[in-house]
């Protein structure tokens, strides 16, 4: 277990405000060093004539590639022909949706969709400038904060050199979360709805609503996801069964293309689990043949194991933990997730920075943060420039950072006073304890208070049993 240093007790300080803490000063020297490291490096490789680009933190492709990718079989919009193009739209119905609404922008659709983005992201660093600060952090180390963050963001910089629409997707999975630590569990659930019919792998957050107390939240995303793809696909036309099946012919065909080959153009930027799999694959087959045989292995494997960890241990932790386990792993298990997909992780590491700074108001640091914040280093950098003849290892260390992160959220809880704002004063965080213990606990408890009560050896088992089955149920 990581050591916890102790950090001044701010409370009886005569100011509010404290200097940014150590383990958020590590983070940040991390971020830089590794941001510099990337650059320089880049930089040597372009004048080697290895890179296209100087500086290229990104990929060399031209800028809004993936913006401009769709835009000829949107003029079969509409139309059956949509869907069976040679270039099927490999998206869900939703997505379709919004590129056919930015598509309608006319000649300056890239310029209007770069300024929203820009407009966004500076909105959200605004906002959370704010809130670190109200949350006692000095203005300058705050500000600091927030900018070289925002600046060094290899993953804003490879959405916005590619125009991608997961920024969209992000906007929607961050506000889900911002309603979750609000306490408003419908919105979110709704907000994270609309966001799995954007793009599929959102729907693994709706996991934080798995619990019989909160059944009616789980109906209400799992409705807004139903509602908005049935929309969709009705918008799309020419029928819906036609814009259903051809939903799904396109993202079936996304798996079969990207996850049961070896893109080598692409590799440097996947960070699924299955990426350095592949990799090793290929390699001991010598650089031949095919590697379709991982897929379905893989995704029963890492998702039974998913599985089990979400429901033995992460559904009896707090939603702080629940929140960056289901986070993490929504990018980490589908069979591809390239990078422009880590722009999600900046709403729980924003919450995990809040987390620290309200903890540090009482001279706390939770054990893993510091591991969990190293983690976020590692992925909001690239480090696409450590590759050894075809192998690229950007993809690899992110998967093993993410990983990290899913492990350590495991092990460490968050209390839930840090993570609502409860105030702490004079308070300790609250222990984590395992669904057995807090059922012996409770039987023990009761049973004292009824042989208090005078009641007899064979009402006490019969009473035992009843709270056993209550609490496990």
Known sequence: MESAPRMPDRRTSPTQEFPLPPVLR?????????????????????????????????????????????????????????????????????????????????????????????????????????????????????????????????????????????????????????????RNDSSAAALWGAAAALKIYPILLLGVFLSRAKARTLAVGISAFAVISMVSMWFIGPTIPTAFAGSISGVGGFVSTYSEMLRLQELPFDHSLLAPIKILAYEMAHRTGTVSY????????????????????????????????????????????????????????????????????????????????????????????????????NGTFKAVALVVLMVTTLRYPIPDEALYGIPLSGTTARPYSSPARRVSQRVHTTLVSNVQSGFSDRQLSTRKVDIVKSSLS
């Open 26 to 182: 590590t983070f940040w020297v991390w971020m830089f060093v590794l941001s510099a490291i990337s650059a320089v490096a880049s930089d040597i490789y372009y004048h080697l004539d290895r890179f296209q680009q100087c500086c290229t933190l990104a990929y060399d492709d031209p800028l809004f590639v993936d913006f401009w990718h769709y835009a000829y079989i949107f003029r079969f919009f509409h139309t059956a022909a949509f869907f069976h193009n040679a270039e099927r739209f490999a998206y869900p119905a939703f997505s379709a949706v919004i590129y056919d609404l930015l598509y309608h922008l006319g000649p300056h659709a890239q310029a209007i969709f770069l300024s929203t983005e820009l407009a966004m992201s500076g909105l959200a660093a605004f906002l959370f400038f704010k809130t670190i600060h109200r949350n006692g952090l000095r203005r300058f180390p705050a500000a600091i904060l927030v900018l070289t963050t925002l600046l060094f963001s290899y993953p804003l910089l490879f959405i916005f050199e590619a125009g991608s629409v997961e920024f969209l997707t992000c906007a929607l999975t961050a506000a889900g979360l911002l309603f979750v630590l609000k």
């Open 294 to 393: 991982l897929t379905k292995p893989y995704l029963f494997i890492a998702g039974t194991a998913a599985f089990l960890a979400f429901f033995l241990r992460a559904r009896h932790m707090p939603v702080g933990n629940q929140v960056l386990f289901l986070f993490a792993a929504m990018l980490a298990l589908p069979p591809v997730s390239y990078d422009n997909t880590l722009v999600h992780l900046y709403a729980p590491w924003a919450m995990l920075v809040i987390v620290t700074l309200r903890e540090g108001t009482v001279g706390r640091t939770l054990p893993g943060l510091r591991t969990c914040l190293l983690c976020f280093a590692v992925l909001f950098t690239s480090q696409r420039f450590l590759y050894y003849h075809w192998i690229h290892l």
